[in-house]
Each structure stands twice: as C-alpha cells, then as structure tokens.
C-alpha cells in the first residue's frame, strides 16, 4: 500500500545520516558528537517508522570523551554491511578551532547489529567525516575528508582515499587525494558506490547550515578522474531560505529490494519567529530515481526536498505518528535507550540504577560546565513545544551543590532549575542560565524559593517555541513558576553570543553536581517528557 512519510524521520538530534540495509532491514547511524555511548543506529522494515536500537560505542577502549570540547567527539559515522558483517567507521574529534584539527578514525565491526561490536582498527588522523567502501572485487577502500593546516581560506582540502587491509588491520598501498569539490567549498562527508561499473561519489560540502549540500560526482575508474553531476548538487535548500526543511546536505542513499532508491539527509527545521534550529540538524528521507543520463536526481525534479515522501509499506499496522508522551520510571537495571549522558565512559562513577531500588541516582562530580566527568543524565528535544518534568530528593549542605531539570544545549548554553542551598535560607531552589558568551561563560540566576528540607519536589519545564518556563510543586501542592520566562532559542545551534560552531542539540534531563568533592547523590524517581 501507498503511504505518506513524514520529515524528518529521525527528529531532534540526529545528523549525518548513513545508511544501509540487510535483507529487508533497514538501518541509520547518526552522529552523537559529545554524548555517550557513541553513535546512535536506527532500524526500520519499511523507511517510514524508525526505532532507535542501540548505541555501539559503549566501551572505554573504543571511545573515551573526557576533556572533548563541546561540539567535538563522535562525527560522520559509515554503517555498512559487507561479507555478512556491519562495519562502521567513526572519528573521534578532540580538537576544532584553530589552525589544527586533532582527530582519530576508526573501524569497528560485528555479526549482530545489537550485540557488541569489535576492537577498534585506528586508521588515521589527517581528517575526518570517513567512510569505508566494499568494492565488488572484495577490496575495500577507505575515504576521508583531508585537513589542510597550512591553508588559510580552505582547510578542507577534498577527499583523501586508501586501500584498506582487514588481514593487516590498516591502509595499505598509496593515498589519493580523488575529489577536491566545487566552488561551495568544505568538502566533506564522502560515501562511494558503484553502479553499472560507474564509481559514484557523494560528498557534503557548503558547510553544515544554510549552504549546505549534496554533490555528486562519478568516475569509470575508483581513483578518478571524478566529473560532477549535471546540477552539482543531488540535494540542496541553499537557494530556498522559506522551504520547511534546510540545511539540506550531508547524506546516503540506498536500493531498496525492488529497486527504488532514497536517499536520507540532514536537514534542519528553523522555528518561523526567530529563524533559530532549537532542534538541532535531523534526519530526512526523499526518493531518488535513475534516469537514462546514469545520473541520479530526486523524483521530484529539484534539488528540494519534499515535506512528505510517498512509498510502498507493506505493513498495514504501522503508523506514521511519533510518540508524543514518554513515561520513564526507573525500576530498570539500564537507563532507558532515550537517555545519553556526556563524554565519560565510566558511567558507575556518575549515575546508578541498582544503589536505591526504583531510582535513578547521580552522583555529584564536576560543574554542569565540565568537559570532563559530570552527572548530567537527558533525553532528546524532538518537538518544538513540550513538557518535561522530574521527581527529585535532595538536600544540598552547600551552594556548591546542586542538582535538578535542566535544558540543556552545552556548557555555555543551557537553563538549569536547581535545589541547593542557601546560607541563610537553607534549602532553596534556583534557575542559573548560561549565555553562550563563549569568552566568558556569563550566567545570571534568578531569585531563590525556599523550600522544606524533607520534602520530595517535582520540577517541571514547559516549553512552547521561543519561550521556556520552569516550575515546581511539593506533594499536593499546586505548580509555583520559577524564574519568569526563559528564551529557549537560547539551546540552538544559533543561540548566544560570539563566534563558535554548534551543531548539536537540545537535550532536556536531569543533573547533579558537588564542587566540594563529597560526592553527594540526587534520587530521581521519575522523568516525564509529553511532545505536543
């Protein structure tokens, strides 16, 4: 039957798409940058509804985050699937701005998608945004976008590729620097195909907002020369700033069993008031076509993306509908898939589930601004208005203490709903908002509530659109706001103030910190998360 797909398929947080399929399983890995564990891998039977079903990188020894700056770790993962196995490729970034770029790749690979993956294979560190391609001959290719330190204008200098040697376990053979890109520059993102004994090459390239793009090129033979698609770009929303969806670029594309193919892209959804992507750059689908030039376009004639994508579902039970209420109780020995936590792979040491039955407990570490260990423990923003709201018992002995709801973007761009402590008033609660100054880190805090000491509190956030307001209420009590209203385009990619690459996300979460260094836990009993 014919059916309607709406974008983004995956919405919030989720960019860079790759994707593949196994037999008639489906499945997208997304970059998760600073948010552990690393990569989030989405599977689907028919391209329409999508389930996140694991998160691979969940060792120490295949991803460590800590002291990662914001924006940096995990980018541009490759999921394939070759000689009955997955492999992924994924760049660990530890350093962006300046001159240099400090960064890792690696492979890892596994028999079960959901299981536990491989050792990782370090690669290389002259760029990132990598990919491995499986040629039909049983050699294997790597690609990478090559970072040019000593270019002033254009670091990105084009697409670097070697062979790669699984016996030997690294490149082997002479790197070719294949595709240098076209006048949008940043060329990035490299996916390889062959199709009709052509090699097609997909690269990113305009840089990861309004400009952004996908450009196609192809070759005869695998090292090039690589001549660009008759419009450059398969996809593209840089000359359309009132379309739905924009920054329109980095993607994949797939052959379904029928032969239909689609691509998935980044894309983002700007609120209309302000022009601001509070949901970070997500996932869409648009179906491609073949025509008789080899060359692939979208099916609907232009480089824009569609709001809706009509295709073949052959499972009548499914619906094309987001779940718009989670309820999160935390009876469970593991944190709920939904829930990610920041850069450290030591997560005992931040949070636990097992130390008071049916509560999740951090335990205070570093400021809710570290790069290093904090307990910080949130979910996805994937509406533009909802509302959260958490269960917490707490007792803060000092104003270094603090723990609660927090909405959060990064450390210089988040609003926090706090319970500490006061010296003269003891318990209270406190909202502290960060700026995104990037030079200063400037927070302001509203006027502190007394609270009672023994009492359990419930914390909510109400967000619609641009605006954000927190509240609280003890047990039978009625909801009290907290701190006025907040501007949540504040926990965007365009939000703050000075000069910095963001493109992650809002998350929205529970957090607990202890600057003394004892150590003391917040008990959380619930999280709620209502989309509307």
């Known amino acids: 039957m014919k059916c309607k797909v709406k974008n983004p398929i995956l919405p919030g947080f989720n960019p860079d798409p790759s994707i593949t399929r196994a037999g008639n399983d ?43 700056p914001d924006s940096c770790g995990v980018w541009a993962p490759c999921l394939s699937y070759a000689d009955g196995m997955f492999w992924l490729v994924y760049s660990d970034v530890k350093r962006f701005n300046g001159s240099f770029l400090d960064v890792t790749n690696y492979i890892v690979y596994t028999e079960d998608i959901c299981g536990e993956w491989s050792e990782p294979i370090r690669i290389n560190s002259g760029g990132f945004d990598a ?48 595709f240098r890109g076209t006048e949008l520059k940043v060329t990035e993102a490299p996916h390889l195909y062959k199709r009709n004994g052509l090699y097609y090459l997909i690269t990113a390239e305009g840089g990861t907002s309004r400009n952004h793009a996908m450009t196609m090129a192809r070759s005869e ?75 692939l376009y979208l099916e609907n004639g232009t480089q824009i993306p569609d709001t809706e994508m009509e295709c073949e579902v052959t499972d009548v039970d499914c619906i094309n509908e987001t779940a718009k209420e989670y309820i999160y109780e935390f009876d469970c ?26 509560y999740l407990r951090l335990t205070g570490r570093e400021s809710i601004g570290s790069w290093f260990e904090q307990a910080l423990v949130a979910r996805r923003q994937v ?24 909405c959060y973007y990064n450390r210089s761009k988040f609003h926090y709903l706090t319970v500490t402590n006061d010296d003269v008033m003891g318990k209270v609660l406190q909202v502290i908002s960060s700026l995104g100054d990037y030079i200063t880190d400037k927070m302001t805090f509203s006027e502190k509530i007394s609270i009672p000491d023994d009492a359990e509190i419930e914390l909510k956030a109400d967000v619609d659109n641009d605006n954000l307001v927190f509240s609280y209420r003890i047990k039978g009590s009625m909801w009290k706001k907290v701190g006025g209203t907040l501007d949540m385009t504040l926990v965007s990619d365009e939000g ?37």
């Open 26 to 68: 489906y499945y997208i890995a997304t970059s998760t940058f600073e948010w552990y564990p690393g990569v989030q891998i989405h599977h689907s039977t028919n391209l329409r509804d999508w389930k996140l079903i694991t998160r691979p990188l969940s060792r120490k020894s295949q991803l460590d985050m800590r002291g990662n």
């Open 221 to 295: 033979n695998i090292w090039g020369k690589y001549e660009l698609h008759p419009n450059k770009y398969l996809v593209t929303t840089k000359d359309a700033p009132d379309n739905y969806l924009q920054k329109c670029g980095h993607g994949d594309f797939i052959e379904a069993e029928d032969g239909s193919t689609y691509a998935v892209f980044l894309c983002g959804r700007p609120m209309t008031s302000n022009n601001k992507c509070v949901l970070g750059r997500e996932t869409s689908i648009a179906k491609v076509e073949w025509k008789d030039d080899g060359w």
């Open 131 to 178: 990919s491995l391609f499986h040629d039909d001959d049983g050699r294997k290719y790597f690609l990478n976008m090559q970072w040019d330190h000593l270019s002033g204008e254009n670091t990105f200098k084009g697409i670097l590729m070697q062979e790669f040697s699984l016996e030997e376990r690294r490149l082997i053979g002479n790197s070719k620097l294949i």
């Open 496 to 532: 703050g103030r000075g000069e910095h690459s963001s493109f992650t996300g809002a998350f929205v979460g529970m957090a607990c910190s202890d600057l003394t260094g004892s150590g003391k836990s917040a008990d959380f009993s619930r999280f709620t998360y209502i989309g509307r």
């Open 333 to 358: 020995k593991e944190l709920p898939i939904d829930f990610q936590w920041l850069r450290t792979p030591e997560p005992e040491r931040i949070f636990s589930l097992t130390e008071r039955e049916g």
């Open 383 to 406: 509406d533009f208005s909802y509302t959260a709201t958490t269960n917490i018992e707490y007792t803060a002995d000092s104003f270094q203490q603090y723990a609660g709801l927090v």
